[in-house]
């Protein structure tokens, strides 16, 4: 059982921002203290993954996206928008796996009317900035379960982030949507985790900060928590 507490309201946005932080962390801790079950399908059932996402989740930005938009604007002395708006012309896609960023690179550029080495795209990827503490749970949970991960992604800004950190070994399975060609509006990504790892829908906990993220795995029996919501194992 968990008991989540609302958050209060805080007028400044930083020190909000740190706040909720910090509690989803707290929350989440909770998991490794005491036995986790699923109440889903009505019945106890002794849970053995936690998945995550990751944007969002083991990160500090909501999303990939922002990460490398908010750093190629900083390096490159580039307005924010300007780069977002030719750089979400391609995120579909990219999220899809149906191109990669290497392939829309020279058209990126050009669009932005702006000729970035490619090297600082990879240095976007290593720039992101990850939620230290829920890395430090992903350890910690590594010890007592499966953990996996599954995200709406591009596949090397994943596998650099994760070489760079070297993060590889505490994930038993990682499914991205790029790699594929599914995202979280379908099963097929969460059947994919089932697979590698042997095991019912109902024997998993997916996190996510996204509700819209959780309709499919509820729907297919995993216990679901959501990091934006006081109440935390749905």
């Known amino acids: 059982y968990f008991n989540g507490k609302s958050r209060t309201n805080i007028q400044c946005r930083m020190a909000k ?22 109440f889903v399908l009505g019945e106890m059932i002794m849970i053995k993954a936690i998945l995550f996402d990751f944007d969002g989740v083991l990160t500090i930005d909501k999303t990939g996206s922002t990460s490398i938009t908010n750093y190629l604007s900083n390096i490159c002395g580039i307005p924010l928008e300007d780069v977002k708006a030719c750089y979400y012309k391609y995120n579909k ?7 990669t960023h290497l392939e829309i690179w020279q058209d990126f550029c050009k669009s932005l009317g ?23 749970l992903v350890k910690e949970l590594k010890e007592k ?11 090397d800004r994943i596998s650099t982030i994760l070489e760079y950190r ?3 070994e505490y994930f038993d399975v990682i499914a991205i949507s790029a790699n594929l060609h599914s995202g979280k509006d379908s099963d097929s990504i969460f059947k994919y985790v089932l697979d590698v790892l042997d095991i019912s829908a109902s024997e998993c906990l997916f996190i996510d900060n996204t509700e819209k993220n959780l309709i499919i795995p ?4 995993m216990a679901t928590m959501n990091l934006q919501l006081p109440l935390l194992l749905i």
């Open 166 to 168: 070297g993060l590889e």
């Open 145 to 155: 379960y499966f953990v996996g991960m599954i995200t709406e992604n591009k596949s």
């Open 17 to 38: 921002k740190k706040k909720i932080i910090y509690n989803r962390y707290k929350k989440c801790f909770g998991l490794v203290e005491g036995m986790i079950t699923n």
């Open 114 to 136: 702006h000729n970035i080495d490619y090297d600082i795209l990879i240095d976007s990827f290593r720039a992101t900035r990850l939620d230290e503490k829920m890395i430090t």
């Open 218 to 221: 509820r729907k297919m029996g």
């Open 93 to 99: 896609q990219l999220l899809l796996g149906e191109t």
